[in-house]
């Protein structure tokens, strides 16, 4: 049910374009229709547009709620779907929106690992699987519309919004966004968001970013191009300017690259409330749906299509790809309905946990007396679980994303779930001297240290909003400068936002180098949403395990990785360096950046700096060599064939990771082509094939839009993680492939 139901029929339309008798059926026997292959999803659209008239396909391009409902809409989000476009008389449900990058936002509902965790899979296939279950999830929830693909690239991890995105790598995220878009549709039509170079929070509404040609093509988008190809329905705009223009005004990327280069050809809706900026502007720059209220569009639509200065086609043209999109996918989804107790139900409590052991990447393991601390020995009976997230239920962003599971498994109980003969002790976090004790007196110390809400997330009160959608009165004068100057002081005291420092807090440091002093058999867990410096004390702690937001289940996973049921499947998605310096400037407070092709990973190689730990890093529990057999490639990809071999004496997993680099460089730049998680048994020697991403190997042309291979003298290697070293590389290119013919857009991106 959407928060006002019925407001297209609240009173007679000025004007029909047509009959206006009710036909309830309508829109399902248009459905019908074109499952059954009688009618196409566009002449369908057209059946539909010839019954409305003039109010209700005005009232397709905004929300169904009226402007009142605005500050109830943190709390209707976890309620209900938000509606745009229903039109009763017909039948048509609207889309209907629910947000859930980590699980459906609406009522009680699985919480996965984050999204940022889930990169850490590096498993597209189990992506595909969560993909599914939020799908499914939120079509029980009465929701046909689920936002709950995030692709941002990660340019700087203080990004408070990190944990919802799949991490630095354009390749990486363009699979795993490919993946849960993929399985979001068996169920409900899928929205990637935010387009486009969306990565900072406190400033997102002003900022300005300026990028070339060349990053923009061939570093931001790609990825948006790899999930357009999966078939994603529905594209969000975001709230920030690109090159002077805002998101939902900046034809050059909705219309000209989204749709004329890319082929798009479903629908785009604003980022919700401060995302339209002009009413008319953004329809005819290529922004479909004003969301989630009845705001400026409702007030400002009518009369300009009666004057004349909204062009009529226009508007059939966004109502065009809004039916014909949610007709497609109501007739191509599975048709059966899933039943209602797969929310949260004991199927998707395991893939959650599943997710959170494939997540968590062990990024320390030094021999204690011999022996890797890690896995902990059976005969553990004393260990002590310290630090102030222990047991705290500790799920990430409290912001728009925000899941709320029925029951969630904290550290503590995990570890005391999977060790019941263990005494497990635990002290107040703040009481550093207890902690101590209790370290000496444990066989193991476990620290459980990071971030939660108030550090990082979602800022859900910022100084840059336009009051001016409120209303024409706060469009200027001294209401609007009040209003704006609460806005902006509000801000500095409400949760989340982007991350003041890399390091963790002052009192979590203390604490591990206390307890690491009082017992040299200390393993510290680090919760977060990205990148961690750990310079101060890592050199001092022999164990150190990222776990991320692990989710409902994740108390349960870190004790399974722990104890050695499982072995730790995770791989870094972004590099950690040793020094904020060598990562690009973030100003949390900035209007204005620049945005290359140099950061992360990239930037460390560029400038010859070796970081704490690569991106793509992550031990296990087994030793895994890697061999590259062979290869093809050209522009139009490739497959590279990898022997892979368990040498150690426990199952365990690998992820066959692919690069490539111009070595002409002096310093060579890895840029991740392919990769493929892979499980072995004790002993076991796989041959593997990894399909090769050609997009970080071309260059696009900015006046014909053609892409062709990129100069240099271009090396491939197979590795465990970013390498360093290309000496054992072979070349990429064979036979003077180097000098293909150019490749057109359609066979380059994706």
């Avoid at 074109?34 to 391009?61: F, K, N, Q, V």
């Avoid at 039109?87 to 940022?116: K, Y």
């Avoid at 597209?124 to 939120?138: D, R, S, Y």
């Avoid at 022999?542 to 399974?560: F, N």
Wanted: charge should be neutral.
């Amino acid at each position: 049910m959407g928060i006002v139901t019925g407001r297209r029929n609240a009173r007679p339309p000025r004007q029909r374009r047509a009959g206006g008798s009710p036909d309830p059926d309508a829109y399902d026997e248009v459905v019908r229709q074109i499952r059954d292959g009688r009618i196409d999803a566009d002449a369908g659209a057209e059946r539909l547009i010839e019954r409305l008239t003039d109010r209700e396909l005005l009232g397709l391009l905004d929300g169904d709620s009226p402007r009142r409902m605005l500050p109830l809409i943190p709390l209707l989000l976890h309620r209900r779907p938000f509606v745009a476009g229903a039109v009763p008389r017909l039948g048509i449900p609207g889309i209907r929106f629910s947000d859930g990058a980590r699980g459906v936002v609406i009522g009680s509902s699985t919480a996965f690992p984050v999204t940022m965790a889930r990169a850490a899979t590096w498993d597209p296939e189990l992506e595909e699987q969560v993909g599914t279950a939020i799908g499914a999830e939120t079509r029980v929830r009465g929701a046909n519309y689920s936002a709950s693909v995030c692709i941002n690239l990660l340019r700087h991890p203080a990004w408070g919004r990190a944990q919802e995105c799949y991490g630095e790598d354009p390749v990486l995220t363009g699979r795993m966004g490919s993946a849960m878009t993929r399985g979001v549709r068996v169920h409900t039509m899928a929205c990637v968001k935010h387009f486009a170079l969306n990565s900072m929070e406190d400033e997102r509404f002003e900022v300005d970013v300026s990028v070339d040609d060349h990053a923009l093509h061939e570093v931001y988008l790609p990825h948006f191009k790899a999930v357009v190809d999966a078939g994603a329905d529905s594209v969000m705009s975001a709230y920030n300017r690109v090159r002077g223009e805002y998101m939902d005004v900046n034809r050059p990327l909705l219309t000209g690259v989204l749709r004329e280069e890319w082929g798009f050809t479903g629908f785009v809706t604003s980022d919700w409330v401060f995302g339209t900026h002009d009413a008319v502007g953004s329809l005819e720059a290529g922004m479909d749906v004003e969301m989630p209220l009845r705001l400026r569009r409702a007030h400002e639509l009518p009369a300009a299509l009666r004057k004349g200065t909204l062009d009529r086609a226009t508007v059939l043209q966004s109502a065009r790809r809004i039916l014909r999109t949610t007709l497609l996918h109501a007739a191509t989804r599975t048709p059966e309905e899933p039943p209602a107790d797969i929310v949260a139900g004991s199927a998707h409590r395991a893939l959650a946990r599943h997710v959170a052991e494939e997540s968590i990447v062990l990024l320390a393991n030094a021999p204690v007396d011999g022996t890797p601390l890690l896995p902990l020995p059976s005969t553990t009976r004393r260990i002590a679980v310290l630090g102030r997230l222990a047991d705290q239920e500790n799920l990430g962003d409290h912001g728009s994303s925000r899941v709320r599971p029925p029951s969630t498994v904290s550290p503590l109980q995990g570890l005391r779930d999977a060790l019941p003969q263990a005494e497990i002790m635990t002290v107040p976090s703040r009481d550093v001297r207890a902690a101590v004790a209790a370290a000496a007196a444990a066989e193991t110390a476990i620290v459980v240290v990071g971030f939660d809400q108030h550090d990082e997330g979602e800022s859900v009160v910022t100084g840059g909003v336009d009051v001016g959608v409120l209303g024409a009165a706060l469009d200027s004068g001294r209401l609007r400068g009040a209003i704006t100057a609460v806005a902006h002081l509000a801000s500095r005291f409400v949760r989340g936002g982007d991350r003041t420092s890399l390091r963790l807090r002052p009192s979590d440091e203390r604490l591990i180098l206390a307890v690491t002093a009082a017992n040299p058999r200390t393993v510290v867990v680090l919760v977060g949403g990205s990148a961690i410096l750990t310079e101060s004390w890592r050199h001092r702690v022999p164990a150190l395990v990222l776990a991320w937001y692990g989710g409902m289940e994740g108390g349960r996973a870190l004790a399974d990785v722990l104890t050695g049921v499982v072995e730790p499947g995770g791989r870094l998605p972004f590099v950690i360096p040793t020094d904020p310096a060598h990562l690009p400037p973030f100003d949390r407070t900035a209007k204005a950046v620049v945005y290359d092709d140099r950061w992360g990973q990239r930037r460390l190689d560029d400038e010859g700096r070796k970081p704490a730990f690569p991106f793509g890093f992550g031990l296990g529990y087994t030793t895994i060599d890697h061999d590259l057999l062979g290869h093809r490639f050209d522009a139009s990809g490739g497959t590279a064939e990898v022997r892979v071999t368990n040498t150690g004496e426990r199952e365990g997993s690998t992820v066959v990771q692919l690069y490539a680099a111009d070595i002409a460089r002096a310093r060579p730049v890895s840029q991740l082509l392919g990769f493929r998680k892979v499980t072995l048994r004790a002993g076991e020697e796989r041959i593997v094939r990894v399909s090769l991403d050609p997009n970080p190997t071309l260059e696009r042309d900015p006046v014909t839009r053609r892409w062709s291979a990129r100069p240099g003298d271009w090396m491939l290697q197979a590795a465990q993680h970013s390498p360093d070293d290309w000496s054992s590389a072979v070349a990429l290119r064979h036979d003077g492939a180097a000098a293909e013919d150019d490749v057109a857009t359609e066979g380059a991106a994706g």
